[in-house]
C-alpha cells in the first residue's frame, strides 16, 4: 500500500512538452459540428467504474478501482479511488462551492490532491469552459472544434468515432491529450487514455466496467 500511495504522488504534478501547435485557418460557428464535437462527452449525470492502469513516471505502474459521478449540470464530481484490494485510497466530492475530502489515507487525503484528481476526471467527461473559437470539418471527414479560456485552448478532433481532446497552454504547450476509444455505453467511452507530456508525465488507461444513469 506505501508503494501505491508514492507512486500516486506524480499525479499531482503537470509537467508540459513544447510541440508546435498552430490554430487552423477557416474555423466557423457551426452548431452541427459543435454539437458532433461534444458528443465525446456524457449528457445526462452517471455514476461509473473504471479500471485504471497507471502508467507514472521513472518506470511505475500501478492498477486502481475508480468509481465517478458525474453531474454536467451542476459540475459536481465525486470520485472515489480504490486499491485493488478495495482500500479507499482516495474519496473526495468537488463542486463550485469547493472540494472536501471524506476520506483517504495520506497524503492522498490531502485536498490539493483531491483537486488535481478531479480537475482529470473533469477533463474526461465534461465539456471545456470558455469560448468556442470555431469549427470545422476536414478533407477526411474529421471534424475539429477549439475553445479558449484565459492562456489555454482546448481542442476535440474526432473521425470514425475515435475522438482525440487536447489540452495546450499557450500556443505550444499541450499540457493533457485524452484518446476515446469506441465503442461507447450509455453516452460513456469503453477505453479512455489520459497523457501528461514531459519528464515526469504519467499516463492512465480506462477502462469503463459499470455505468449506471443517475437520473438526471
Not at 482516495?90 to 475530502?101: H, N, P, R
Not at 514531459?198 to 488507461?205: E, K
Request: include cysteine; charge should be neutral.
Amino acid at each position: 500500500m506505501r508503494r501505491a500511495v508514492c507512486f500516486l504522488l506524480p499525479l499531482c504534478c503537470l509537467l508540459f512538452q513544447c510541440a508546435h501547435q498552430e490554430k487552423p485557418a477557416g474555423l466557423t460557428i457551426n452548431p452541427e459540428i459543435e454539437k458532433e464535437c461534444l458528443s465525446v462527452y456524457p449528457s445526462k449525470s452517471f455514476r461509473a467504474v473504471h479500471k485504471i492502469e497507471a502508467d507514472l513516471p521513472f518506470g511505475g505502474y500501478e492498477t486502481f478501482i475508480g468509481v465517478t459521478e458525474v453531474h454536467p449540470d451542476t459540475g459536481l464530481i465525486k470520485v472515489i479511488l480504490l486499491s485493488p484490494e478495495g482500500i479507499t485510497l482516495l474519496d473526495a466530492e468537488c463542486s463550485s462551492q469547493g472540494t472536501t475530502v471524506n476520506s483517504g489515507i495520506p497524503p492522498l487525503d490531502k485536498k490539493d490532491f483531491a483537486e488535481k484528481f478531479s480537475d482529470n476526471i473533469r477533463f474526461l467527461f465534461m465539456p471545456p469552459k470558455g469560448r468556442l473559437e470555431g469549427s470545422l470539418t476536414n478533407s477526411d471527414s474529421s471534424c475539429l472544434c477549439i475553445w479558449t479560456k484565459d492562456n489555454f485552448r482546448t481542442e476535440i478532433k474526432k473521425e470514425k468515432g475515435r475522438a482525440v481532446l487536447s489540452e495546450i497552454e499557450g500556443s505550444s504547450r499541450i499540457s493533457r491529450q485524452v484518446v476515446f476509444t469506441p465503442p461507447a455505453t450509455d453516452g460513456l467511452y469503453s477505453r479512455m487514455t489520459l497523457q501528461t507530456k514531459g519528464l515526469g508525465g504519467y499516463r492512465l488507461n480506462f477502462e469503463l466496467l459499470q455505468t449506471e444513469d443517475t437520473g438526471n
